[in-house]
T-cell receptor, first 113, second 115 residues
Framework: AQSVTQPDIHITVSEGASLELRCNYS??????LFWYVQSPGQGLQLLLK??????LVQGIKGFEAEFKRSQSSFNLRKPSVHWSDAAEYFC???????????FGKGTRLSVIA | GAGVSQSPSNKVTEKGKDVELRCDPI?????LYWYRQSLGQGLEFLIY????????KSGLPSDRFSAERTGGSVSTLTIQRTQQEDSAVYLC???FGVGGNEKLFFGSGTQLSVL
């Protein structure tokens, strides 16, 4: 069965600084990988997803993520963080077929002035 | 509806009582999921319905938890004899087609508090 690890529980960055949120997965084959964001008082929203092809995927709100098979990682990045990016970020892995997504425990992002 | 609807948004109950949580998925979505979100625990998979297939119940934490989906649409998650450790946000999500590679659309959740 697949699993996801998000090593950082909480990260604080300054507005305008770059951001990288880590995600490591465990799965025997090529996984389907996702990043979701949960803003305060709002439901979870898909930021981006990787299925195949180009290992650098672009998402909404200026986010991107890179799939690195050799490191079993799918880290989320943004070159310049805005205060509105403060939220909880979840990495998820899917095995395809008739199976549910497995989510990590999330990373809470705080943005300071 | 325009999105996944969950009710109630908040539920406070006494230990030992039964509760029912409702999820109304996006029309046409064949897959429906229930997840539980506890502080520091991320999203814990509970149960998954896909079309007319038997549901995947592998995530249900105990036999006090059950769920059904009527007519391939609305789903109800039932927790019997609630315990304080059941306090959490219960999230419902739906998607087109098969799970694992589809975008999930989440509801706003039901905040359950067991006193």
């Amino acid at each position: 069965a697949q699993s996801v690890t998000q090593p950082d529980i909480h990260i604080t960055v300054s507005e305008g600084a770059s951001l990288e949120l880590r995600c490591n997965y465990s799965y025997g084959a090529t996984p389907y990988l996702f990043w979701y964001v949960q803003s305060p008082g709002q439901g979870l929203q898909l930021l981006l997803k990787y299925f195949s092809g180009d290992t650098l995927v672009q998402g909404i709100k200026g986010f991107e993520a890179e799939f690195k098979r050799s490191q079993s990682s799918f880290n989320l990045r943004k070159p310049s963080v805005h205060w509105s990016d403060a939220a909880e970020y979840f990495c998820a892995v899917g095995a395809g077929g008739n199976t549910p997504l497995v989510f990590g425990k999330g990373t809470r992002l705080s943005v300071i002035a | 509806g325009a999105g996944v609807s969950q009710s109630p948004s908040n539920k406070v109950t006494e230990k030992g009582k039964d509760v029912e949580l409702r999820c109304d998925p996006i029309s046409g979505h064949t897959a429906l999921y229930w997840y539980r979100q506890s502080l520091g625990q991320g999203l814990e998979f509970l149960i998954y319905f896909q079309g007319n297939s038997a549901p995947d119940k592998s995530g249900l934490p105990s036999d006090r938890f059950s769920a059904e989906r009527t007519g391939g649409s609305v789903s109800t998650l039932t927790i019997q004899r609630t315990q304080q450790e059941d306090s959490a946000v219960y999230l419902c999500a739906s998607s087109f087609g098969v799970g694992g590679n589809e975008k999930l659309f989440f509801g706003s959740g039901t905040q359950l508090s067991v006193l």
